[in-house]
């Protein structure tokens, strides 16, 4: 007969031929590996009486993963040289088969006072599950620590709240994250747990969704195992695609925003049980005076929110004689009021507004749609009421088309959030600077819906524009209302692109947005604080005092378009211009003359006159790329048929180089002593080669009065611009200005160029020029 040591690899085979078989997943590989694993650990465990085996953690739960480490407890009665012993033959086996073990041997007055001691070791007992040996000891065990925990887990549910927060510091929220952490991250199965945790204290009840959200978790995080070869708790994006295949998604883009819809209802579920515990627990009474308490009468004091909608005993619930079937705005009321109070609402309630309440709420009245608008306003108020009515499906019963945008992944790295958590982080960067115009309301709506077209085929703004125009009118707003926030969703971007990308000063930017806009002073203030709203919501670092700048500039010379009287674009024959073009005429010696002025912010402006066309557009540009200096914005005047080049730009690592050394570096390109182009591939190599790929080109021919438009997108890597500016230049076309913008991992860079004699470039010359562009960016490709 076989020693439990010679039985090793048949358990290490038998996991590997569950693995191997595919059709295997979900719950029933959890099922069949705790099942395996039991009778295994059965086989080599001595019976011996006062001494137990037994399961704790996701092991006791039976919620293995394949590769999960087994956590086991050996509990005995009283510590001896026989445990020990016992143990060796229990851990040994485990050991050389190659799995994962936390194990500890201990007493039941050990395992208790620990628990009592350690918020994680109580956790992990709750969940502590018969194995083999004395099953007296593990029942003993399992009901000291249930006891333990219905005395002390309404007070300890903090220390929860603690741990969990100090995880989504470290590993974010699942609900919103590309690649979450299942396990670790806020939301995932670690919060699931600490949900059963508070339900078997008798705090809350976990309802349905939470618990098929955990088995959703489960399942995918089996199929991480599984496609990893080890232990894993994140879903990468690789293999996204696989484990949808495996757990029947559509795709990996559908299995990624059911994951994160998971961890949103997990992640809710808990926000909302820690804080009820949090305004549960007692004042500081002895236990004697707290049960000497039911013995007086007392009331629970109900307030008034507004009608038909109290606050009792700390929640928001339905007046005696409200009417949810009848009462159509009645949800919306109560969640307006809710959020105003900062209270949270009554489970009970929810469901029975849900159960009675008109399943097509049809056109709103004035009043609801003045409620619903005064719960927009109610800034960081606003998220967990809306998470509470989106839990409930009652965002559904209002805003059907919330169900294309609902947990839907943003796969652009500037985004931190999902598109529906955007769109309430944009409606609470609204509500800071409502003041500013005059019809809040429109503002509020338009910033709920303006990317509501997310999801959609083609342009998500134009996609998103009926879609708001049938939401604002099933809303009840005028005609004009509708138009108007019709124009801010399919317009949402106007600004913020064309500030970025385009020359604000050529009079056809800011004409071509005036025309664009209307004339309405209104929508374009709407327009303006939208666009600062929307890019606070995008991510850090998105809306910059620069970015700024460049919106209310723009804004600004569209209002004077409107009033008429445009800008004076000529701005290049600024004192700058003037005093180097100045200078260089002066010391006719001087191949290189180089200014540096302070700018807005960390920005400078660096300009740049040579004579020699041996310092050609791009060479400069990869000098100051050298430097570590980011462009934002390049011109290029000829005052006295000599070049100056005019740049803004900002410091990478916060150091500006002096006027000498940028005069003297460029004086060696100039010579020939210094090969810009050998130099910026060898920078680039040493900070890891960036990634090449063919760039998109954009031509535009009505966004400037004497030059044609070309918008260049691209992967952002060291030295584009140098290496766009030098495929330019193998070409007769002339570059009249450049700006350039850098999204998360894309740079958007666009020039307004000419023909030699100042014209238009003619479509028979752009194949040329898009070819020796896609060559220069693309290199080898």
Request: proline share 5%; no cysteine; glycine share 6%.
């Given at each position: 007969m076989p020693t439990p040591s010679e039985e090793v690899p048949s358990i290490r085979r038998l996991r590997e031929r569950l693995l191997t078989d595919t059709s295997v997943v979900g719950p029933q590989i959890r099922r069949e590996l705790t099942e395996r694993y039991d009778e295994w650990l059965r086989q080599i465990t001595p019976q011996r009486d006062g001494i137990a085996l037994v399961a704790v953690g996701s092991y006791g739960r039976a919620e293995l993963a394949p590769y999960s480490d087994l956590d086991l407890l050996l509990l005995h009665h009283k510590r001896s040289v026989a445990v020990s012993s016992i143990a060796d033959r229990i851990w040994y086996p485990i050991w050389d088969a190659g799995l994962g073990l936390d194990h500890s041997v201990r007493t039941v007055d050990e395992t208790v006072a620990l628990a009592a001691d350690d918020i994680k070791v109580m956790l992990g007992m709750l969940d502590i599950r018969y194995i083999a040996g004395d099953r007296v000891i593990a029942d003993e065990a399992g009901t000291a620590i249930s006891q333990a925990w219905r005395t002390t887990g309404a007070r300890r549910a903090m220390e929860l709240r603690a741990m969990a927060r100090e995880r989504q510091e470290q590993f974010g929220s699942a609900a919103y994250l590309l690649e979450p952490n299942l396990k670790q991250s806020y939301g995932g199965l670690r919060d699931g747990a600490i949900l059963r945790a508070l339900a078997r204290a008798q705090l809350i009840d976990i309802r349905p969704n939470v618990q098929q959200a955990r088995e959703l978790l489960l399942d995918v995080r089996a199929e991480v195992h599984r496609v990893a070869g080890r232990a894993a708790d994140v879903l990468r994006a690789q293999d996204r695609g696989g484990i949808a295949q495996s757990l029947g998604f559509e795709s990996g883009d559908t299995l990624l925003r059911s994951v994160n819809d998971a961890a949103r209802s997990i992640g809710h579920a808990s926000d909302m049980a820690f804080r009820r515990a949090a305004a549960d627990r007692p004042a500081s009474l002895t236990l004697r005076a707290?049960?000497?308490?039911?013995?007086?009468?007392?009331?629970?004091?109900?307030?008034?929110?507004?009608?038909?909608?109290v606050s009792h005993n700390g929640e928001v619930v339905l007046a005696r004689d409200a009417r949810p079937a009848t009462d159509r705005g009645l949800p919306i009321r109560m969640a307006s009021a809710a959020a105003k109070a900062d209270l949270v609402m009554s489970q009970f309630t929810l469901d029975r507004l849900m159960a009675e309440g008109e399943r097509e709420v049809g056109v709103w009245t004035d009043d609801m749609r003045d409620d619903f608008v005064a719960l927009l306003a109610a800034s960081r108020g606003l998220l967990q009421v809306w998470e509470t009515l989106d839990q409930h499906g009652l965002i559904a019963r209002y805003l059907p088309e919330w169900d294309y945008v609902r947990s839907r992944p943003q796969y652009n790295a500037v985004h931190r959030f999902t598109v529906d958590r955007h769109l309430l982080e944009t409606v609470i960067q609204v509500d800071a600077n409502k003041q500013s115009v005059r019809r809040p309301d429109l503002l509020l709506v338009a910033a709920l819906l303006h990317d509501i077209g997310k999801g959609q085929p083609g342009d998500h703004s134009e996609a998103g524009t009926p879609i708001a125009?049938?939401?604002?009118?099933?809303?009840?707003?005028?005609?004009?209302?509708?138009?108007?926030?019709?124009?801010l969703v399919r317009h949402h971007l106007l600004l913020a692109h064309t500030a970025a990308r385009r020359d604000l000063t050529e009079p056809l930017t800011s004409k071509n947005v005036a025309d664009t806009l209307g004339e309405s002073r209104e929508t374009i203030d709407l327009l303006q604080a939208l666009t600062r709203a929307d890019a606070l919501a995008t991510g850090p670092g998105v809306w910059t005092d620069w970015k700024s700048t460049l919106v209310d500039e723009l804004?600004?010379?569209?209002?004077?378009?409107?009033?008429?009287?445009?800008?004076?674009?000529?701005?290049?024959?600024?004192?700058?211009?003037?005093?180097?073009?100045?200078?260089?005429?002066?010391?006719?010696?001087?191949?290189?003359?180089?200014?540096?002025?302070?700018?807005?912010?960390?920005?400078?402006?660096?300009?740049?006159?040579?004579?020699?066309?041996?310092?050609?557009?791009?060479?400069?540009?990869?000098?100051?790329?050298?430097?570590?200096?980011?462009?934002?914005?390049?011109?290029?005047a000829r005052p006295n048929g000599i070049p100056i080049h005019d740049f803004l730009v900002e410091p990478m690592f916060g150091v500006m180089p002096t006027e000498r050394h940028l005069t003297r570096t460029m004086n060696r390109v100039r010579d020939g002593s210094l090969d810009v182009s050998e130099?910026?591939?060898?920078?680039?190599?040493?900070?890891?080669?960036?990634?090449?790929?063919?760039?998109?080109?954009?031509?535009?021919?009505?966004?400037?009065?004497?030059?044609?438009?070309?918008?260049?997108?691209?992967?952002?890597?060291?030295?584009?611009?140098?290496?766009?500016?030098d495929?330019?230049?193998?070409?007769?076309?002339?570059?009249?200005?450049?700006?350039?913008?850098?999204?998360?991992?894309?740079?958007?860079?666009?020039?307004?160029?000419?023909?030699?004699?100042?014209?238009?470039?003619?479509?028979?010359?752009?194949?040329?020029?898009?070819?020796?562009i896609t060559v220069a960016v693309s290199g080898d490709l």
């Open positions: 707290r049960l000497r308490m039911p013995t007086q009468r007392v009331t629970a004091q109900r307030i008034g929110l507004a009608k038909d909608v125009v049938a939401i604002a009118t099933r809303m009840g707003f005028s005609p004009p209302d509708v138009s108007v926030i019709a124009t804004v600004r010379q569209v209002r004077a378009h409107h009033a008429g009287t445009p800008v004076n674009a000529a701005v290049l024959a600024d004192e700058v211009i003037e005093s180097v073009d100045e200078a260089y005429r002066a010391d006719a010696d001087a191949p290189v003359v180089v200014t540096i002025a302070p700018a807005d912010g960390v920005q400078s402006r660096i300009v740049v006159a040579a004579r020699s066309a041996d310092l050609s557009l791009s060479s400069i540009t990869g000098v100051l790329a050298l430097e570590m200096l980011a462009i934002r914005r390049a011109s290029i130099r910026l591939t060898r920078k680039e190599a040493s900070y890891g080669k960036g990634e090449r790929s063919v760039p998109e080109l954009l031509w535009f021919d009505d966004e400037a009065t004497e030059a044609s438009v070309l918008e260049v997108r691209a992967v952002d890597a060291y030295g584009l611009l140098s290496r766009i500016t495929g330019l230049q193998r070409t007769d076309l002339l570059v009249r200005s450049a700006v350039v913008e850098t999204y998360g991992p894309n740079a958007v860079d666009s020039f307004y160029l000419t023909t030699s004699d100042g014209a238009k470039v003619p479509p028979e010359v752009r194949a040329g020029a898009e070819a020796a």
